[in-house]
């Protein structure tokens, strides 16, 4: 979403991705009209800060050879739903950030922003066209730039999570119909809806896999209803807004076992629901681990990062 400078690498994307108090590592290739192949997937407790993690990732896995991205954490940006300014392509960033003036708390004047638009219906009148915003400090980049920078690992594109996961989703989806997709990794709840490829909505929802896991059964109760309702309101305005999408499939990807979960979505929702497998999606021939679905969940966003397109 935010990319930088580019040189020539190896094929594919390397994404770098902070998770907790450990780095993930996923080298994702996806060579047009075939199915992505996940090449590596690792994981590094972090035990003297990043800065010496990313240094000594960079010689044990050669990270120079790569291109590379990473995504910035939840509180380092801001993805707001906007107007799509009706400028010229090359006006738009410029247009975009005097509207975003008011509804940030810090200055737009050098923040880094990306742009997304929000396709409406072939021969749709007279309705508005959307985009996403994809609004960061340019202190925050700059910091992260740095970081990459003084470990000499090649930084060539920045993202963030709702795309990562957009880019997962589209793997699950089918033809002329949207999908959404659960992710309930990090701590946290990502609700995203998309449709031929391009992300229609996102939301956050505070009801954490880990939460729920460790609950006693009451407590574990709770939290599946408030996920539930949280669900259902998010579905249904979404049917109102895009009412030319049929929304057909709810995947899950859910770090934690939660007992019961599938079983209870699939009772109060619409929607079939589905956990997430994503061998039925990639390959990964050396990574047997991935045929665990914790693990698959545990890295959605590392796999997600580094599912851009060969030319993005």
Known sequence: MLPLLRGKKAKGWMAVVRSGERIDLAHVIRPAGERPEIRLLDSFALEKGEADALEQLRAVRGLRAFRCTTLLAEGDYRLLQIDAPAVPAEEKVQAARWRLKDMVDFPVENAAIGLLDIPLKEGSVGRQPTAFAVIAPARTVGERMRLFDGAKVPLEAIDVPELAQRNVAALFEEPNRGLAFLGLVNGDGLLTITYGGELYAARRIDVSAKAMAEADPERRQMLV????????????????????????????????????????????????????????????????????PDRQAQCLRSIGAALREEGA
């Open 225 to 292: 209803e408030r996920l539930v309702l949280e669900l259902q309101r998010t579905l249904d305005t979404f049917d109102r807004q895009f009412n030319f999408i049929s929304v057909v499939r709810l995947v899950v990807a859910c770090e934690h076992p939660v007992e019961g979960l599938l079983a209870a979505l699939t009772e109060n929702l619409y929607v079939p629901v589905q956990a997430m497998d994503l061998s039925s999606v990639a390959d990964f021939p050396a990574l047997p681990e991935l045929r665990n």
